[in-house]
C-alpha cells in the first residue's frame, strides 16, 4: 500500500505515475480523475489493465471492466474508516511529515481491526 500526501489545490493525477511506482500491479482501479493518455500510457507498459472510467468530455470513449470497477469501493470504504480517526478527518497536524505519520498509524489501526 502506498500513501502520498498532496497539497490540496493539486490534482491528484500529478502523483499517480509515483503512487504506483516500482510496482507491477495486474489491474489498476481508480475515478475519472485519473483518466489522462499520459498515465493510461504507464500502465499499459507496466503491462497492467487499466480500470478507470473516460472523463466525459473524452472524444473517443474506452471501454473498462465495469464489474470489476466496482471493487473499488473497499479503497473509498478505507478512507472513510480513516478519517474516523479525528486528528486525520481534522488536520490539526500543519506539517506534512507529521500527518503523513498519523495517517500511517491509522491505516495500520484499520488494517489490524
Known amino acids: 500500500m502506498e500513501i502520498l500526501l498532496t497539497p490540496g489545490q493539486r490534482a491528484d ?13 495486474e489491474a489498476v482501479l481508480a475515478d475519472k480523475a485519473f483518466d489522462s493518455d499520459a498515465f493510461l500510457a504507464v500502465l499499459r507498459a507496466k503491462g497492467a489493465q487499466v480500470v478507470i472510467p473516460p ?43 507529521n500527518f503523513l505519520a498519523f495517517v500511517q498509524v491509522a491505516a495500520i489501526m484499520v488494517l489490524l481491526a
Request: aromatic share 8%; hydrophobic share 35%; proline share 4%.
Open 13 to 25: 493525477v500529478t502523483q499517480a505515475e509515483a503512487l504506483v511506482g516500482d510496482h507491477e500491479p
Open 55 to 97: 472523463k466525459a468530455n473524452r472524444v473517443e470513449q474506452r471501454a473498462f471492466d465495469r464489474h470489476l470497477y466496482k471493487e473499488r469501493n473497499l479503497v473509498e470504504r478505507f478512507m472513510s474508516r480513516i478519517k474516523q480517526f479525528r486528528r486525520v478527518a481534522t488536520r490539526y497536524d500543519k506539517k506534512a511529515p
